[in-house]
């Protein structure tokens, strides 16, 4: 019942929104039914929690032997938890920026929650597609529609690139349901016996999906100049969720249905990961638009999960489940913080910025808070998932390599200190310039957006135990299947 | 309350709410109110830590579990507090001087506006509940929060006067440093717990002997990174002077008498990992010694008076390290201890120079201020006796302990420990007889402002110059008085399983007290040569030439840092911010590009001819229907 | 009758009707020559579905309908071949008033 209602809440309201011509009511409606979906949430995770209410199972496509197969387990809960919590805090967060045909925007933005609902919760391989189509499709006409300068040729590439990776998971998934003897069950796949050689096309049909999707050097160009040009809202969901789908498309459809691959291949891509996250922290060293800068810094930490799904341990992908909730919550906060910005001064380049912290205290003690988090400083959210991964790495026993791993990507930890207090100090620190000289504090509903952000980073941060018993039987569940040589 | 030990929890918990109250309230605060909050949580953890050591003097100890912190599989990390013999120390000295510099700064910054004084105050708590939290911590995360935590409050307290962008630069630098450090410490932690499964120090030292002697080195050195960037070693010391950018009284606490002490307090803490490590002890012992002599020439020329702490502070962290290299656990402790009194003192008096001569810190356009600040002189000039190495005064037996311990293990470390601390007297002297000797030669606008300090920064100083004088008294040496060094007794259950296990060589009583009197002789030498001849320096246009040059210019390490790291670095990114937009954002444009061009050349097919699309489709369906007959045979 | 003759007429039909629309510029030709390929279809369906139902009469085959379908087929056919020339015809006559012509090589502006 629970994924019925998280399913139909945002795509009932997000077509009843196309309807509704009056701005601040398509507004109001977007925000109570993105709340609606976080209490049906969160009543999910506490009263509701048996099975029967966290599963639905009815047939859809018989012919297809395709059914609508949902389940909430605990990855699921905490992506789900991530893409409800999101929502509200996007959409109120971003109240004051205006967009012609407000109505439609947030009737698109809800529609494509529901495809990233869908997406975490499908435990049958066409739904899981379906839902990751339409989780795109709207993202596309909004940027395209509200997008920046750039925007037709930006995100034309990025719709293409995307869909291309789509594709092939498409036909990877289609080999397997034929494999698996005419079944799209999730079930059925990780209970699919296929020898090395069977499992090695499938692993990179699905693999450049995700690949592109989290995204992975060096299938990563699209995303920087998609980030920069899609609207700050759409950024923030591209980012805080969207990436996480590549992500979690490892861990529940990549790792344990072709584990043989995912292992004795490990160390190729866990090798590509640590080169990302080296590649994508040198390169934001030198940009100088905060969307770019935050858009490479995503990368890295990305990078991080990847590397410790392909140099697993217990430690470590349950490292990445919890990281992957953490960097939803903390790179919201940094968009929102350079949506504040942007709108209050027209301008991201931080060469134009400076001394904001005089004009607009209460904004740069959030952000420090959340760009801390982003840097994994502990006590904060992010330090427990990056300890976890890094620990993983360090202490794996799938690969040779882990010490190097963890060494090399350890650089990182070095960089991002680097760029992001370089950042703080060019924007936040230092004298105002003209262009800084007027500014003024950010409006009140930014205030409570960070704030909420900045409480729950140090929430989790000092009591992590909630998410890291709800994520330990998914974790085992996967590292089993990796053992399963 | 029959175990105040349980409430441990206490003593981080006041500056915590202080920082809270101070951080979230600064906005409505006067500046009294704020004083006493951040003051008075300070005191209220003072109490409760007088209270703790007196329990642990009895002999009691114990580990106070708050919580599960990260716990998966079967590993748990919780948040737990440990307090023993050493803990205690450290809590005393934090909270303790911590208190007198809270007090201190009441006065010193009563220039800022209520909002940035609460700040100010709110950091300041942020710093002491950080501190508590590495010494307190049960296990190395803990310890590591902490470790982070008094980088943030470092990086936070630097750049204080944010405005100023160079303040800011100094900051990021000592963030950053303090960051390649910690990603060692990291390191050692994950080595640690994927080799034993606990990070828990009991447990740890417990199964120490499951570790092979590579992973015992390994561990003990990725530990020393750790260090080198929290207590400033080499190569890893050049942000410590630049940490001079915060106010004063941060300079006394963090970057002095408690945070830089931290990579002490660690290794102190494992000690038993670095007894069975020789290797690394070598390493700990020639970086020590290194950084002692490397930074005391540079203190030689400076002539900035904070410059002159700073890098007087670098090289006395210099002997600690020292002292840990060659085993004087106790002696190095004992160190920080009386270190933490008179540098702290040193810079609360050299703040209160500051703060009378209005931010003026060049020590060439000082001079005279004896007698306008007579407080503030007298027990500066205590501080500098005491950090020379006089006796009875404090710095005399901890250094000596240390000394005579690099000489049980070579006698060559002995003699570069002696000539560092004949280094050391004389800049010292340098800067008190330059400061408070001769006349006055700054201009007459501050020379009619000149005054002693206020209560609330003398009182301070008092307290600590008495504790420079006699706080060496805990630690009398063997030689001098049987049975009196107080410290080792009280210190002997954290480093049991160390003496146990390296038997510390004996030096002949005559020998070392041949050494203490020799070496006392030259320091006094030392001290009358610097008194004499820089009471009467006279301001001069001449720049210093060769040698004195480049110690006046640091060695120029910074611009080498600059040279060698930081500008290939960003060179390197630019690079492969090329890369990406010219080179691989090329090829995914490329694919795009190609398919375009393709398109073009198929659309020659479409004529718009009816007549051809027919043909065409016809020998389509002539062609279908051949492979049907022809191959489906 | 046997099943040749029918194949015979219907193919000879049917390639009248590919050569005339290749060959032919008229746009009217080349439907009707579009119609004579249909029919020729329909005449071999028909015949085909003739053919089945002796067969079935005879017990040589069996199936369940009858051999009707190709028959359901044929209207088919005859109602889809109704409507094209119903939109076939208007796009002649559209086009006709456009260029005064119904030569279909006069329209080959999709090129460029």
Redesign the interface.
């Known amino acids: 019942m629970v994924p019925v209602l998280l399913i139909l809440i945002p795509l009932i309201t997000g077509a009843a929104l196309f309807l509704i011509r009056q701005e601040t009511t398509a507004k109001a409606l977007a925000l109570f039914a993105s709340l609606l979906s976080l209490a049906v949430m969160l009543a999910g995770m506490s009263i509701w929690k048996d099975a029967a209410h966290l599963t639905f199972n009815e047939p859809w496509l018989n012919a297809l032997h395709s059914r609508f197969h949902f389940e909430l387990d605990g990855m699921s809960q905490l992506l789900c938890l991530l893409t409800t919590f999101s929502f509200p805090l996007i959409i109120y967060g971003t109240w004051n920026n205006s967009y012609e045909d407000t109505n439609r925007f947030f009737g698109l933005l809800l529609l494509s929650q529901a495809g990233l609902l869908g997406v975490f919760m499908a435990m049958d391989a066409l739904l899981f597609y379906f839902f990751w189509e339409l989780a795109l499709i709207p993202l596309y006409f909004l940027c395209s529609r509200w997008g920046g300068e750039k925007r037709i040729a930006v995100t034309f590439k990025f719709f293409i690139y995307t869909f291309l990776g789509s594709l092939l998971m498409l036909i990877g998934l289609i080999m397997l349901y034929y494999k698996a003897g005419n079944s799209f069950e999730w079930a059925d796949f990780i209970n699919l016996k296929l020898s090395f050689r069977e499992q090695v096309p499938i692993f990179f049909l699905l693999f450049i999906a995700f690949a592109i999707k989290m995204p992975l050097f060096p299938f990563h160009t699209w995303q920087p100049d998609t980030y920069e040009q899609s609207p700050n809202a759409v950024t923030m969901v591209l980012s805080a969720i969207m990436a996480k789908m590549g992500i979690f498309g490892l861990l529940r459809w990549l790792v344990p249905v072709v584990p043989i691959v995912s292992f004795q291949w490990g160390d190729n891509f866990a090798t590509l990961a640590v080169i990302s996250m080296l590649y994508a922290s040198f390169v934001a060293l030198q940009q100088d638009d905060l969307k770019r800068l935050v858009a490479y810094s995503s990368i890295a930490h990305i990078g991080l999960m990847i590397l410790a799904v392909f140099a697993p341990s217990t430690a470590g992908v349950q490292g990445v489940m919890i990281q992957m909730f953490n960097h939803g919550v903390n790179i919201l906060g940094m968009w929102l913080v350079v949506n504040a910005i942007e709108q209050k001064l027209g301008t991201r380049k931080i060469s134009e910025l400076g001394g904001l912290a005089q004009k607009a205290p209460v904004l740069t003690v959030l952000l420090v808070i959340v760009a801390l988090a982003n840097i994994a400083m502990p006590l904060t959210n992010a330090f427990i998932g990056e300890f976890m991964m890094f620990n993983g790495v360090l202490g794996s026993t799938a690969t040779k390599f882990g010490v190097a791993y963890a060494a090399a990507g350890g650089l990182t930890i070095i960089l991002s200190a680097v760029y992001t207090l370089r950042m703080i100090q060019r924007v936040f620190y230092g004298n105002t310039n003209s262009r800084t000289e007027h500014a003024k504090e950010i409006s009140t509903n930014v205030q409570v957006v960070l704030a909420i952000i900045v409480v729950a980073i140090v929430l989790v941060g000092i009591y992590p135990k909630p998410l890291l018993s709800l994520t330990s039987d998914v974790t085992n569940q996967v590292i089993s299947r990796i053992n399963l040589k | 309350m029959n175990n105040i030990i349980d409430y441990v929890w206490l003593v981080p918990l006041f500056p915590l709410v202080g920082f809270l109250l101070n951080g979230l309230l600064r906005n409505s605060l006067s500046k009294p109110l704020t004083g006493i909050i951040g003051s008075g949580s300070i005191l209220a953890s003072f109490v409760v830590s007088v209270l703790i050591f007196m329990q642990v003097k009895t002999g009691a100890t114990g580990i106070v579990t708050l919580?599960?912190?990260?716990?998966?599989?079967k590993?748990n990390i919780p948040f737990a507090f440990q307090v023993d013999q050493l803990s205690s120390l450290f809590l005393l000295i934090i909270t303790g001087i911590g208190f007198l510099i809270h007090l201190y700064s009441t006065a010193y910054m009563h220039d800022e506006t209520d909002?940035h004084f609460a700040r100010y105050f709110a950091y300041l708590n942020l710093f002491v509940f950080s501190m508590l939290l590495l010494v307190l911590g049960a296990n190395y995360?803990i310890m590591?929060?902490g470790?982070?935590?008094v980088g943030?409050c470092s990086?936070l307290l630097i750049?204080y006067w944010?405005?100023?962008?160079e303040y800011?630069?100094a900051a990021?630098k000592a963030?950053?440093m303090n960051?390649?450090g910690?990603?060692g410490f990291?390191?050692a932690?994950?080595?640690i717990?994927?080799k034993l499964g606990t990070v828990t120090y009991s447990e740890v030292f417990e199964k120490v002997n499951l570790l092979s002697a590579n992973d015992i080195t390994i561990i003990t050195l990725l530990l020393f990174v750790g260090a080198t960037g929290k207590s400033a070693q080499i190569p890893l010391y050049t942000w410590l002077p630049d940490a001079m950018a915060g106010p004063t009284p941060v300079s006394a606490l963090i970057h002095a008498a408690t945070m830089v002490t931290a990579g002490i307090y660690m290794i102190a803490r494992s000690n038993i990992l670095y007894t069975m490590a020789p290797t690394t002890q070598a390493v700990v012992t020639i970086i020590g010694l290194a950084t002692a002599l490397f930074a005391a020439t540079i203190a030689l020329k400076q002539n900035d008076i904070k410059k002159v702490l700073a890098y007087s502070t670098v090289s006395q962290l210099g002997y600690m390290f020292l002292g840990l290299g060659v085993g004087a656990f106790t002696g190095a402790v004992f160190h920080v201890m009386t270190h933490a009194f008179f540098k702290a003192l040193l810079f609360l008096g050299a703040g209160s120079v500051i703060h009378a001569m209005h931010h003026e810190q060049d020590i060439r356009n000082m001079g005279g201020l004896k007698k306008y600040l007579p407080i503030t002189h007298i027990t500066f000039l205590l501080g500098c006796l005491a950090i020379a190495g006089i006796p009875p005064f404090s710095g005399f037996f901890s250094k000596d302990e240390i000394l005579a311990a690099a000489y049980a293990k070579n006698p060559i470390l002995y003699v570069l420990g002696v000539a560092g601390a004949l280094m050391t007297a004389f800049y010292m002297f340098r800067l008190y007889a330059m400061t408070f000797l001769g006349k006055f030669r700054g201009t007459h606008e501050q020379e009619h402002h000149l005054h002693e300090s206020p209560a609330a920064m003398t009182i301070p100083l008092i307290v600590l110059a008495a504790l420079s004088v006699v706080g060496g008294l805990v630690g009398i040496p063997e030689v001098l008085a049987h049975n009196a060094h107080a410290l080792e007794e009280f210190l002997a259950p954290v480093f049991a399983k160390s003496t146990a296990l390296a038997k510390p060589h004996e030096i002949p009583h005559s020998t070392e007290l041949l050494m203490m009197g020799g070496v006392t002789a030259l320091v006094l030498g030392i001290i009358a040569y610097a008194w004499g001849k820089f009471s009467k320096y006279e301001k001069s246009a001449e720049e210093s030439a060769g040698f004195g040059k480049v110690l006046e210019n640091k060695w120029y390490v910074d611009e080498i840092y600059e040279a060698v790291i930081t500008k290939p670095?960003?060179a390197?990114?630019?690079l492969?911010?090329k890369v990406?937009k010219y080179g691989?954002?090329w090829v995914?444009?490329g694919v795009?590009r190609s398919v375009q061009y393709a398109s073009r050349q198929v659309r020659l097919l479409?004529?718009?001819?009816?007549?051809n699309y027919?043909?065409l489709m016809?020998v389509g369906i002539i062609i279908l229907f051949a492979i049907q007959i022809f191959l489906k045979k | 009758m046997p099943i040749n003759y029918y194949i015979f007429t219907a193919l000879a039909l049917f390639s009248i009707g590919i050569i005339g629309v290749l060959t032919r510029r008229n746009a009217i030709i080349i439907f009707m020559c579009i119609e004579l390929m249909l029919n020729a279809v329909n005449l071999l369906l028909v015949a085909f579905s003739k053919m089945q139902l002796e067969d079935m009469n005879r017990g040589i085959l069996k199936i369940a309908n009858n051999g009707t379908d190709a028959q359901l087929f044929v209207f088919f056919i005859m109602v889809v071949a109704a409507a094209e020339v119903t939109v076939g015809l208007a796009i002649i006559v559209m086009m006709y008033r456009n260029t005064h012509s119904v030569d279909v090589n006069f329209l080959n502006r999709l090129k460029n």
């Open positions: 919580f599960d912190f990260i716990s998966y599989d590993t909002m995360v590591f929060i470790w982070e935590g943030l990086y750049g944010f405005k100023n962008i800011t630069s990021k963030f950053v960051r390649i910690d990603l990291l390191l932690v994950f080595w717990l994927s670095v960003n390197f990114g630019k492969l911010a990406d691989i954002d995914v444009n795009g479409q004529s718009g001819q009816v007549g027919v043909l016809v």
